[in-house]
């Protein structure tokens, strides 16, 4: 394979890319033609030549992972020419409603598809967590004569993705992890980018600690492309950047301009590629039966390799059964019988402790019998309590730092690539990636959490100093909004526990979601174990905390703010007032309980009032009146902090009676606010 080699079918497979490229956006009259135009000879080398899969298969484990990080129609004709669940009706249903071929390629969707890709930047940032997964896996499981997961991570990416900051920030740790098996190809247009964009990417990566590779004739050269790739496969303690000079539009009229770039090329300039290109130009979605033969001995090549490695399992279980045993649970996606036996539970008597800290002692207790579990923090491990004692640092061996069977990740202060890197070690199986900042700069992270609920990336954040109850940092630090943003994503279960029963609670639906992730929205501050939580009733993301007959009120409420409203309960009673406590750790697992049990919760017949340290934005859906901070916090001792917002059990018990005094004057029948029509 050092040794290149030509092909007699070379020219027409890397011809029949480009012209399906031109068809398939021709006929979606919508995408992006010249980038797969332009990436089509170094597509054809790297996956006829170098890349190991089984199309039949595609989740065979060790399988060379590939991503398209400036997603375009150019994975899909891979899929398709390779024989993937991918059929020529699917390319030409490209981004049409409903099809296997959406706009930008989305994992779970399409067969073969590793990870969502589309929004520049988050792509290159899940190679490397791509990466990251097969070098610790490997540590933990490889053993003498059984090389069992040493795949490669092949990344396509664009001057698109290098500009964007999440790719910045992941090849920073790229380089310092000495990740020698992630192989980058960048594509550099032969259109013009020094309107924005005249940094010298060599010297970039370089100073990252990365190797740096050219090919100047990325349109023709198949010799240099594979010398390069030869090269960096070779280099086992830096991951590899390909800059590959390449012509955007290749071979249509307009190409080398932005004319190609994000517009369907006009019908005679397709004929006129066609006919440049040797094929019939008035047959659209022409392949070659010699392009098809080439890339099924790919795909051959790769059933072949799946077979071989199913049969060094097979020995391995006999060499090393406990660990085969491990690593095939792992790869199952189930955790170990009983793990959640280990979660902590709690009483009353149980001293107040910050929520933070109830993560901790959750992750102290679960983490021995669940090595999936391999997470980290963004520089404020201190802060955020995620390392358990006695697990080793994620490092290369070289740096005397730890290892790479080590669980636990230093990400530096790089919470977007943080976020992003974890989704490509939950997309490599076999690792549960748990991730920790504070609440505030989980924003910082936004992109990347966008797509690990529509990726279905079971990604947990640790999100400590989670409202006003920070103090001193003040309104910078003090994520008023960030709660209401994360709340609204689809497919993402944000908890805010409101002690140790409720943070068990968290963790045990997090653990058990695998398709769904999860941001722990913690405390600074100390809380009380209260009277009637159990991790049973936390688990359905609302429950009746304190229950009375013909309440005057319910207060719903989640986090540090229960304690409160608990208090203002009590004071009320005193009065001779009934009001009813309800915490709403999770909302989104609560909005999943059968309609009876919700109803029961959040009943009809009195006002509820939600209180939370917050902007109140959506507590209208759960309540008739809320209670939060209508802007920004302050700076101060939380407790100050608290009363200058009126969020204290005095304060709280008096507008408790101002609504009940405006539903009483106002008369009729209050009607829970679940109750809709729609």
Avoid at 45 to 67: E, Q
Avoid at 111 to 118: A, K, L, R, S
Avoid at 433 to 459: E, I, M
Avoid at 489 to 511: H, K, Q
Wanted: net charge neutral.
């Amino acid at each position: 394979m050092s040794q290149f080699t030509p092909e007699p079918t070379d020219n027409s497979s890397i011809a029949t890319i480009r012209t399906l490229a031109a068809d398939v956006v021709g006929k979606a009259n919508s995408g992006h033609p010249g980038a797969p135009m332009g990436m089509a000879p170094v597509s054809h080398v790297l996956f006829t030549r170098f890349f190991n899969a089984n199309p039949k298969n595609s989740k065979w484990f060790n399988r060379d992972r590939f991503v398209l990080s400036n997603g375009c129609a150019l994975q899909y004709i891979l899929l398709h020419l390779l024989g993937y669940k991918l059929s020529m009706d699917d390319l030409k249903a490209f981004r049409q409603l409903d099809s296997l071929t959406p706009g930008h390629p989305e994992a779970h969707h399409t067969d073969g598809i590793e990870v969502t890709t589309g929004p520049l930047g988050q792509g290159f940032a899940n190679g490397v967590g791509l990466a990251m997964a097969q070098v610790h896996l490997g540590a933990v499981y490889n053993r003498p004569r059984f090389n069992l997961i040493n795949n490669y991570t092949y990344v396509f990416t664009g001057d698109g993705c290098l500009m964007e900051g999440v790719a910045s920030e992941a090849a920073s740790l790229a380089g310092h992890l000495q990740l020698g098996n992630l192989i980058v190809v960048h594509i550099s247009i032969d259109g013009d980018t020094a309107v924005a964009f005249t940094e010298n990417v060599e010297q970039r990566f370089l100073s990252y600690g990365w190797q740096v590779l050219h090919v100047n004739d990325g349109d023709n050269d198949l010799a240099a492309i594979n010398g390069a790739i030869v090269t960096a496969r070779a280099e086992k303690s830096k991951p590899t950047i390909i800059c590959l000079k390449t012509t955007i539009g290749y071979g249509s009229k307009q190409q080398g301009t932005h004319g190609v770039h994000g517009s369907p090329l006009k019908p005679d300039d397709i004929q006129s590629l066609k006919t440049k290109f040797g094929f019939p130009p008035d047959q659209k979605f022409y392949v070659p039966k010699e392009t098809y033969d080439t890339y099924q001995a790919a795909a051959l090549r790769g059933a072949k390799l799946e077979s071989q490695w199913n049969s060094l399992l097979a020995e391995y279980a006999k060499a090393y059964p406990k660990e085969h045993a491990e690593l095939t649970r792992r790869i199952s996606g189930k955790l170990p019988e009983g793990w959640e036996q280990t979660l902590p539970v709690y009483t009353p008597a149980d001293p107040a402790q910050a929520s933070r800290k109830l993560s901790e002692l959750v992750l102290t207790a679960i983490t021995p019998t669940l090595p999936d579990l391999m997470g980290g923090s963004a520089d404020l491990t201190g802060s955020n309590l995620t390392k358990v004692k006695g697990t080793v640092d994620f490092q290369p061996p070289s740096t005397g730092l730890g290892s790479y069977a080590g669980t636990y990740v230093r990400y530096g202060v790089r919470e977007h690539g943080m976020g992003a890197i974890a989704n490509g070690l939950h997309a490599y199986g076999g690792i549960v990636p748990f991730v920790a900042t504070f609440l505030n700069f989980v924003s910082y992270a936004a992109g990347a959490v966008r797509l690990s609920a529509l990726s279905k990336h079971q990604v947990i954040w640790v999100a400590t100093h989670d409202s006003i109850g920070l103090g001193e940092d003040g309104p910078t630090h003090q994520p008023i909004e960030t709660g209401a943003h994360l709340r609204a994503i689809p497919n993402l279960d944000f908890w805010r526990p409101a002690d140790g029963n409720e943070t068990s609670a968290a963790y045990f639906v997090a653990l058990k979601s695998t398709q769904t992730p999860s941001v722990f929205s913690l405390s600074r501050q100390n809380l009380p174990n209260l009277e009637g939580s159990t991790i049973e009733r936390a688990a359905r993301g609302g429950y009746v905390l304190y229950e009375v007959a013909n309440e005057d009120m319910t207060i719903v409420s989640s986090g540090s703010e229960v304690p409160i409203a608990l208090e203002a309960a009590s004071l009320l009673k005193k009065e001779g007032i009934n009001v009813r406590l309800v915490s709403l750790p999770c909302w989104s697992v609560f909005d999943k309980q059968d309609e009876q049990y919700r109803l029961s919760v959040l009943r009809s017949g009195a006002p509820i009032l939600s209180l939370e340290a917050l902007t109140t934005t959506g507590w209208q859906k759960y309540s008739h009146e809320q209670y939060g901070l209508p802007a920004w916090g302050a700076s101060g001792p939380y407790l100050k902090v608290y009363e200058k917002f009126g969020i204290t059990g005095p304060n709280i018990a008096a507008v408790s009676k101002k609504v009940i005094a405006f539903y009483k004057q106002k008369g009729g029948q209050v009607v829970s606010p679940l109750v809709k029509a729609l």
